[in-house]
C-alpha cells in the first residue's frame, strides 16, 4: 500500500459506517489498533483513554436504555462496540510512563483540572483510535447520542471512568451511507497570526 493509499483509507476515503456485516470482529484486529494508537501524544504522556469492548449480544443489550433512538437499531446489531472512557486516575501510571516521576503531583487530587486533562487527552486518543480502526482494515462509526450518565451506571458503577463516545466496530456493508458531505476549507478555520 503507497502513502496516498494509506491516506485514502484513514481518512480522505473513509466514511462512518452503521450498517456492518455479521462477521465478528478478531480480537488480533484490535490489539493491532492499540498497537497503533498507543503512540499518539497525549499531555504528559498521560494516556488516560479506556475501551470497554462489547463483544456479546448481552453485553450490547445493556445500552438498549442508555441509546437515542436513532442509534439504538444500529449500535445493538453492530458485531463490536467500543465504550470510550476516561480514566479520572490516570495519574497512578506517570511515575512509569513520564520521565519526570513527579508528573504524578500534577494531577493527583486537583479535581477539576485532572478531569478536563483525562477528558481532552482521552478525546485525542479516541481520534487516534478511530484511524487505527481504519488503518487495520476495519470499519467504524463513532457517535455521541446515548446517555453518559446511564452508561456510566450500567458499566462504570465505581465513577474511576466516564464515557466520552461509543463507536461501533466491523466489517460496513456500505449501506445507508450518503454521499460526501463538504467541509470547511483552511480559510474558513484557519488563521495565521
Same mark, same amino acid.
Not at 503512540?39 to 442508555?66: D, F, V
Not at 433512538?69 to 462496540?81: I, Y
Not at 460496513?172 to 474558513?188: A, C, D, M, Q, Y
Given at each position: +500500500? =503507497?502513502?496516498?493509499?494509506?491516506?485514502?483509507?484513514?481518512?480522505?476515503?473513509?466514511?462512518?459506517?452503521?450498517?456492518? =456485516?455479521?462477521? !465478528? /470482529?478478531?480480537?488480533?484486529?484490535?490489539?493491532?489498533? *492499540?498497537?497503533? @494508537?498507543?503512540?499518539? !501524544?497525549?499531555?504528559?504522556?498521560?494516556? !488516560? &483513554?479506556?475501551?470497554?469492548?462489547?463483544?456479546?449480544?448481552?453485553?450490547?443489550?445493556?445500552?438498549?436504555?442508555?441509546?437515542?433512538?436513532?442509534?439504538?437499531?444500529?449500535?445493538?446489531?453492530?458485531? +463490536?462496540?467500543?465504550?470510550?472512557?476516561? %480514566?479520572?486516575?490516570?495519574?497512578?501510571? $506517570?511515575?512509569? @510512563?513520564? *520521565?519526570?516521576?513527579?508528573?504524578?503531583?500534577?494531577?493527583?487530587?486537583?479535581?477539576?483540572?485532572?478531569?478536563?486533562?483525562?477528558?481532552?487527552?482521552?478525546? $485525542?486518543?479516541?481520534?487516534?483510535?478511530?484511524?487505527?480502526?481504519?488503518? /487495520?482494515?476495519?470499519?467504524?462509526?463513532? &457517535?455521541?447520542?446515548?446517555?453518559?450518565?446511564?452508561?456510566?451506571?450500567?458499566?462504570?458503577? %465505581?465513577?474511576?471512568?466516564?464515557?466520552?463516545? $461509543?463507536?461501533?466496530?466491523?466489517?460496513? =456493508?456500505?449501506?445507508?451511507?450518503?454521499?460526501?458531505?463538504?467541509?470547511?476549507?483552511?480559510?474558513?478555520?484557519?488563521?495565521?497570526?
Amino acid at each position: +500500500m =503507497t502513502d496516498q493509499e494509506l491516506l485514502d483509507l484513514i481518512l480522505r476515503k473513509a466514511r462512518s459506517h452503521s450498517d456492518f =456485516t455479521d462477521k !465478528p /470482529v478478531p480480537e488480533e484486529a484490535l490489539r493491532a489498533a *492499540h498497537d497503533l @494508537m498507543k503512540w499518539g !501524544p497525549t499531555s504528559a504522556n498521560s494516556q !488516560p &483513554m479506556r475501551i470497554l469492548y462489547l463483544r456479546s449480544k448481552e453485553a450490547r443489550e445493556k445500552l438498549r436504555a442508555t441509546l437515542s433512538a436513532v442509534n439504538l437499531d444500529k449500535t445493538l446489531k453492530a458485531p +463490536m462496540v467500543a465504550l470510550v472512557a476516561h %480514566d479520572l486516575r490516570f495519574w497512578e501510571n $506517570l511515575p512509569r @510512563m513520564f *520521565h519526570n516521576p513527579d508528573a504524578i503531583n500534577w494531577f493527583k487530587d486537583k479535581g477539576a483540572h485532572t478531569e478536563v486533562t483525562a477528558f481532552r487527552n482521552a478525546t $485525542l486518543q479516541g481520534g487516534y483510535f478511530l484511524l487505527a480502526l481504519r488503518a /487495520v482494515g476495519l470499519d467504524c462509526g463513532a &457517535m455521541s447520542g446515548f446517555d453518559n450518565a446511564k452508561v456510566d451506571a450500567a458499566f462504570f458503577p %465505581d465513577g474511576r471512568f466516564k464515557s466520552n463516545f $461509543l463507536v461501533n466496530i466491523g466489517y460496513g =456493508t456500505g449501506k445507508g451511507i450518503v454521499p460526501r458531505n463538504p467541509r470547511l476549507s483552511f480559510e474558513e478555520t484557519c488563521r495565521i497570526l
